[in-house]
């Protein structure tokens, strides 16, 4: 498989639940990203990983919580959400100064 | 920080149309601009990546230029077809791995 894969596609979770967004590459790229898009709102950084290392937290709350074992994966543990967290939840990765590859996202409601 | 903007937000057009979009930012000291496009409730997928150094490029019918002095860049759509109706994207990459994004511009074309 080629890209970058994300699962579940969909996912529909209560305010006290535990989850986990997964995400896997296979370009052999060094950064991997999380992104949030919400309605009527340009995409927004979450999180940025380069050589598992995190470099980037753009002020996201702690009930979000990302994880980089190595350069092909990423997570993102879910934990006590909210109602306005419901969004599309993109992972992207890239290698240097070249382009983005995006995921297909996961589609999260928090009810 | 750095501000994209897109214009229009929206465009319908009659299918066999040549179309223009627009995407300005605010800081010129970019690495490259990217332009996506994205399918409802989809992930996106990257159309052209004009690196700082180039005026720029072409893939197909797509045709993305860059003028980084006066901070904007065109993406030329050639004889459009019903399927490219698709929100599209400008994403400009500054210092560091993050990509800031316009809001997109949503483009229907009709048969």
């Known amino acids: ?111 | 920080k750095q501000e994209v903007t897109q214009i229009p937000a929206a465009l319908s057009v009659p299918e066999g149309e040549n179309l223009v979009l627009n995407c300005s930012f605010t800081d010129s000291a970019i690495y490259n601009l990217q332009w996506f496009r994205q399918d409802p409730g989809k992930g996106l997928t990257s159309l052209l990546l004009i690196q700082s150094s180039q005026r720029e490029q072409t893939s197909g019918r797509l045709n993305a230029s860059l003028d980084k002095s006066s901070g904007r860049s065109t993406l030329y759509i050639a004889a459009s077809q019903p399927g490219d109706s698709a929100t599209y994207l400008c994403a400009v990459r500054r210092s560091g791995y993050a990509l800031n994004f316009g809001k997109g511009t949503s483009l229907l074309v009709t048969p």
């Open chain 1, 1 to 111: 498989e080629t890209g970058v894969t994300q699962t579940p596609r969909h996912l529909v979770m209560g305010m006290t639940n535990k989850k986990s967004l997964k995400c896997e590459q296979h370009l052999g790229h060094n950064a991997m990203y999380w992104y949030k898009q919400s309605a009527k709102k340009p995409l927004e950084l979450m999180f940025v990983y380069n050589f598992k290392e995190q470099t980037e937290n753009n002020s996201v709350p702690s009930r979000f919580s990302p994880e980089c074992p190595n350069s092909s994966h990423l997570f993102l543990h879910l934990h006590t959400l909210q109602p306005e967290d419901s969004a599309l939840y993109l992972c992207a990765s890239s290698q240097d100064n070249y382009g983005y590859t995006f995921g297909s996202g996961t589609r999260l409601t928090v009810v």
